[in-house]
């Protein structure tokens, strides 16, 4: 039996701005949480899939017992930008081919998939997505959470936020937005989680005709 394809929710947001808190909130829900950090660190991890190809481009020390020698390609990427766009080059069609793979496998109402960096590199994921789902805050919020739950100083973090797409072209690309600022309580985050929800889950009955 052909299976009618499921509907595709993209959910992004800058560091710190809450899409960890509500991807979970949707897997307790049942939903499929495709998260690309997740399969981004399989590759790259011990006798990950990508390391062949990563030796191959990089050269020896850029591999190492435990998976890709990270220090080594930051070091790389930092002082040249043409690294990082060669890596980006092997590691984005291996990303994009596991998550088309798992969502293939879902079995649930709708699929979420989780990408931190979503919107800086959009180009790749247009026209994939039915839906962009980002979590917003203001960068003081991010800083406070980031410094809350990490070592990283404030300067740290705010070089983080300057590296990662600018607040306002996020949400030029969100059809669905959730509110996260630092006076939103957990259970206001939940609410907005709930209400989307069930409007992704009354699509999908509709798309399933
Ligand atoms: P990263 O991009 O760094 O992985 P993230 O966007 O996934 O971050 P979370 O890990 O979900 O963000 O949230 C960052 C921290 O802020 C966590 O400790 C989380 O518990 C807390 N947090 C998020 N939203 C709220 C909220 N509305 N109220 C209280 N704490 C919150």
Not at 96 to 106: G, I, T, V
Request: aromatic share 6%.
């Amino acid at each position: 039996m052909v299976r009618k394809p499921l509907l595709k929710i993209g959910l992004t947001g800058g560091i710190g701005s809450g899409k960890s808190t509500v991807a979970d909130s949707l897997q307790k829900k049942g939903i499929l949480i495709i998260d690309a950090d997740r399969i981004s660190r399989e590759l790259t991890g011990k006798n990950g899939r990508a390391l062949a190809q990563i030796k191959a481009t990089f050269g020896e020390k850029s591999v190492v017992e435990t998976g890709m020698n990270r220090d080594y390609m930051r070091g790389l990427i930092l002082s040249d930008n043409t690294q990082k766009w060669r890596l980006e080059q092997i590691l984005h069609p291996m990303i994009r081919k596991e998550m088309q793979e798992c969502y293939e496998h879902a079995d649930t109402a709708y699929v979420v998939f989780d990408i931190p960096l979503l919107i800086e590199s959009i180009d790749r994921y247009k026209d994939f997505f039915d839906h962009i789902c980002v979590v917003d805050c203001d960068p003081e919020t991010q800083i406070n959470r980031v410094m809350a739950r990490s070592h990283y100083s404030r300067d740290q973090v705010m070089k983080i936020i300057a590296l990662q797409a600018p607040r306002t072209k996020r949400l030029e690309y969100a059809d669905a937005v959730i509110h996260n600022d630092q006076e939103v309580t957990l259970l206001q985050l939940e609410e907005q989680v709930n209400a989307l929800h069930e409007r992704w889950l009354h699509e999908s009955s509709k798309k399933e005709g």
